[in-house]
């Protein structure tokens, strides 16, 4: 029995959703524990390329349980929408999906609020994907959201949107100046998404921990990355929920003590999607090259990625707050053809040498990274699947990573098809 959290060490997009596809073969049972549809889980089988928002990525095999957890936040038409797509490409999508009770609903005023948040802020903007994560996660901390099981509950779910709307169509009509919403056609909308959605809706913390006493394996599975935590990122410039480990105990249901280890999504470089501080981000050919050559557009919004070198600063602040047994690392192949390769392994801001993630905003923003300069390596390693078959320099590049990190690889992956990895360690 194995119960492994798997989470992203960067700023997400790190191809979490392919090792959580691997790794379902040994697993009976996969959840996701936060975020929303704001994150894209892209998974390649046989050159059909799936993206997934909601539901995890282990729906691609039929023997698998999938469950949404409480700490996900659901805008159900997504979630109905992934559902049909999934079954018209000829996947299982039935009691394997289970979505809990607790969850917290996105409502179209919450997507509305995070545009016109977003606007008002203008050049401070956060980047947010503009799904409503952030304004559905808010009235849930004050108590206001509306949760899947009072789709089940059509007075509860009246009484809470018209209570509701109060404040929202306030803010709309005198905030913002854009147009009101209204509680009837919500309403209507709403209980015909709860119609379609009732036999996935269930009691899933005592599922998952039945699943746990009965010795199942189990993939808990993190959206977002550990830089976009809500409180271990790069406050602001974050996502609205705990995306590191922690976040998958509270985000299930599950007790700390039967969480047996935690696998670090690392991308052999770094990206990030949004605004915020990225002290190794290339601005030049080399990043525009990994942009392309990576496919590093977001996989919701499409926007191009920000590509940078390795930053060992972040992922070692990565391994302490999750607790890293061990490291999944992506997209080596990009690097190929890279004459040398950058490892920051350092930050200097004011004379000062920061070797850990500064928590002053400024440290991080205006730091000059410091480098390790390495030769890269010229043949193809797309495909690979051992170790020994590797270049010489990217094997060395593996070893650095692991060395400067104190975490070694379980994985290491060389395309984007479900069978191009190295497999190091079997974390089952
Ligand atoms: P929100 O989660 O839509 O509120 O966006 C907040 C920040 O998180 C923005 O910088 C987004 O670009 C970023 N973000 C949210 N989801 C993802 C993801 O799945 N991958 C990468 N960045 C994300």
Known sequence: MAIIIIVGAQWGDEGKGKIV??????????????????????VVINDEKYVLHLIPSGILHKNTVCIIGNGVVVEPSALIKEIEELKERGAKVSNNLLLSKNAHLIMPYHVALDNASEKSLGKKNIGTTGRGIG???????SRKGIRVADLLSPEILMEKL?????????????????????AKKIFAEYMEYGRKLKKHIADTD?????????????LLEGAQGTLLDIDHGTYPYVTSSNSTAGGACTGLGIGPSKITSV??????????VGSGPFPTEIIGPIGEKLRAKGGEFGA???????????????????VRINGLSGLAITKLDILDGIDKIQICTAYKY????????????AAFEKCVPVYEKIDGWKESTVGIKEFKKLPKNAQA?????????GVKAYIVSTGKKRDELILLKEPF
């Open 397 to 405: 590049y593996i070893r650095k990573m692991e060395s400067l990190v």
């Open 300 to 318: 919701t919004t499409g926007r191009p990625r920000r590509c940078g070198w390795l930053d060992i600063v972040i992922l070692k602040h990565a």
């Open 263 to 272: 696998l670090g999504v690392v991308k052999a470089y770094t990206t990030r």
């Open 206 to 218: 005592i599922i998952i921990n039945d699943a746990i006493s009965k010795g199942q394996n189990i």
């Open 21 to 42: 596809d691997f790794l379902t073969r040994k697993a009976d049972l996969v959840a996701r524990y936060q975020g929303g549809h704001n994150a894209g889980h892209t």
């Open 350 to 361: 004011r004379g000062k040498t920061y070797t850990d993630f500064p928590k002053e905003p």
């Open 162 to 182: 018209n209570s509701n709307l109060k404040h929202v169509n306030f803010l709309m009509k005198n905030l913002y100046k854009s147009p009101v919403f209204n």
């Open 135 to 141: 304004p559905a996660y808010m009235d849930k901390m």
